[in-house]
């Protein structure tokens, strides 16, 4: 990449593996020799705080110890002051992840969506039937659709925690509703399956089981970061 890049992971609904899969996305471009960086901009500060228990943990190994990317928190107050983050994201050619928190409605908020490059919206089939990601969703759309001639932001959705044993027929009939709908308005990626280890994560260690349960749903995000580059320089070449 030879710009920065912004990433925000964003759901509304809490259990959905947001903050999970920002950790484990930052580990998966890392394994790709990419540099990054996570602003936690949650209001529990999960990625801060487990940072800082990790280190405290190996803080007799502290000299030989490796950090793989940098994390700092933010937290929304105005518009102004998300304009300063932007400035500090943008400095460098480095991939930002951000946390965001449960709520779209905070302060300044709106800045950062705008300015995303793409955001990531975990989901659970579960939830979204019963309408308590649905709105979220269609939140940001409408957001979205409301200032097309500010956003460059691609949205991606990505089934999280699938069982394909879980759910009646006539719901996995609403599941296969469900991202006909979302597909229209983004990417759906392959589903990441349920597995005990997505409930361990790491911001200091690359956890290769893990990877191997996220990877074709990251990789699909991979290859549209690389399209927006192509676009990106061919738009390049066509104005130059």
Not at 18 to 29: D, E, G, I, P, R
Not at 172 to 193: C, N, Y
Not at 197 to 205: A, E, G, Y
Request: charged fraction near 30%; aromatic fraction near 8%; hydrophobic fraction near 35%.
């Amino acid at each position: 990449m030879n710009r920065p890049y912004i990433i925000s992971f964003a759901n509304s609904k809490g259990g959905v593996g947001k903050t999970t899969l920002c950790m484990a996305f930052a580990n998966f471009l890392v394994a790709k020799e990419m540099n990054v960086q996570i602003v936690d901009c949650d209001d529990q500060r999960s990625i801060q705080k487990k940072r800082e228990s990790e280190l405290e943990i190996a803080k007799d190994n502290e000299s030989s110890l490796k950090i793989p990317y940098k994390i700092f928190g933010y937290r929304f107050s105005n518009a102004e002051k998300t304009q300063d983050l932007l400035k500090v994201l943008c400095n460098n050619n480095i991939f930002s992840l951000l946390d965001m928190p449960g709520s779209e409605n905070q302060k300044g908020m709106e800045e950062l969506i705008i300015s995303s490059d793409i955001i990531v919206i975990p989901f659970i089939y579960e939830f979204m039937v019963h309408g308590e990601t649905a709105e979220f969703v269609m939140n940001i759309i409408s957001y979205i659709k409301e200032h097309k001639k500010k956003v460059k932001c691609r949205l991606v959705f990505v089934p999280n925690c699938f069982n394909p044993s879980t759910g009646t027929k006539e719901e996995k009939e609403k599941f296969d509703s469900i991202t006909a709908s979302l597909s229209k308005f983004g990417v759906v990626t392959a589903p990441i399956h349920i597995r005990q280890d997505m409930k361990r994560f790491s911001t200091i260690s690359d956890l290769d089981r893990q990877n191997e349960i996220v990877n074709a749903s990251f990789e699909e995000i991979l290859k549209i970061i690389e399209s927006n580059h192509e676009e990106e320089e061919q738009q390049g070449k066509e104005q130059g």
